[in-house]
């Protein structure tokens, strides 16, 4: 894990290639929002990490891409300690919502603005928030799951049903 002068690569970028690199192997689900073709869910298995590109059985992906993973397993996943007193970039986007995120562990939330309607907070870490028993808008459910706070623009209460 480097260093890169408390830029988007420190906060959210590196986050996710350490969640990453814990999954080798393990077919996952990833979400993107940052894409032209609007939200995509492609099952994949990761082969290699190299340059902050995940090469896969279904394509190579930029990590700075990915919003969350679905697991349809329990992940042991180790995370990265929240830092405090961070500048730059870190501090206005990743930073406040990872405290509201830690805030609120155990708590149910949706997520409007992806593919996550609900979920539980399970940990967070720096950029990073593990969440347990997703529930997808395509129906679909994961035991698990990670997403990056940089990339959450709305937690919201869970959908009423």
Do not use: W, Y
Not at 69 to 76: H, I, K, R, S, T
Not at 112 to 125: D, F, Y
Request: net charge negative.
């Amino acid at each position: 894990m480097g260093h890169f002068d408390k830029s988007i690569c420190d906060c959210c970028v590196c986050p996710m290639k350490c969640v990453l690199m814990q999954l080798m192997e393990q077919q996952i689900t990833v979400d993107f929002l940052r894409t032209t073709f609007g939200q995509i869910n492609i099952p994949f298995t990761i082969d290699r990490i190299e340059d902050f590109i995940v090469f896969t059985d279904q394509g190579n992906i930029a990590i700075c891409q990915i919003v969350a993973l679905g697991l349809n397993m329990e992940a042991d996943i180790k995370l990265k300690p929240i830092r405090k007193n961070i500048v730059g970039e870190c501090a206005c986007c990743e930073d406040p919502m990872t405290n509201l995120l830690n805030s609120m562990k155990e708590q149910q939330i949706s997520i409007p603005s992806s593919t996550i309607t609900e979920a539980t907070i399970a940990g967070v870490g720096e950029g990073i928030v593990l969440l347990k028993d997703l529930i997808t808008n395509t129906g679909v459910e994961f035991d698990s799951g990670v997403a990056s706070t940089c990339a959450l623009d709305i937690v919201a209460p869970p959908i009423k049903k």
